[in-house]
């Protein structure tokens, strides 16, 4: 559950920004659409040591 502490006066536009903000750094729509489907553990090991040998190369690219 998400607490947006609002102070009195506070415009009600810069409350639903602070939510929106919050909402996308908890990550919650992410979560929520990979709980839509089940990946094997196997492929989701194999994404993430792809995604990891990609970033060394693009790493060493810069270098």
């Keep these: 559950m998400l607490i947006i502490p609002i102070k009195e006066g506070e415009n009600i536009d810069r409350a639903v920004k602070k939510y929106k903000k919050k909402f996308e750094r908890t990550g919650a729509m992410r979560e929520l659409r990979d709980r839509q489907k089940f990946t094997k553990p196997s492929v989701r090991n194999r994404e993430q040591?792809?995604?990891?040998?990609?970033?060394?190369?693009m790493k060493n690219a810069e270098e």
């Excluded at 040591?49 to 190369?57: F, V």
């Design 49 to 57: 040591l792809l995604k990891a040998i990609y970033k060394e190369q």
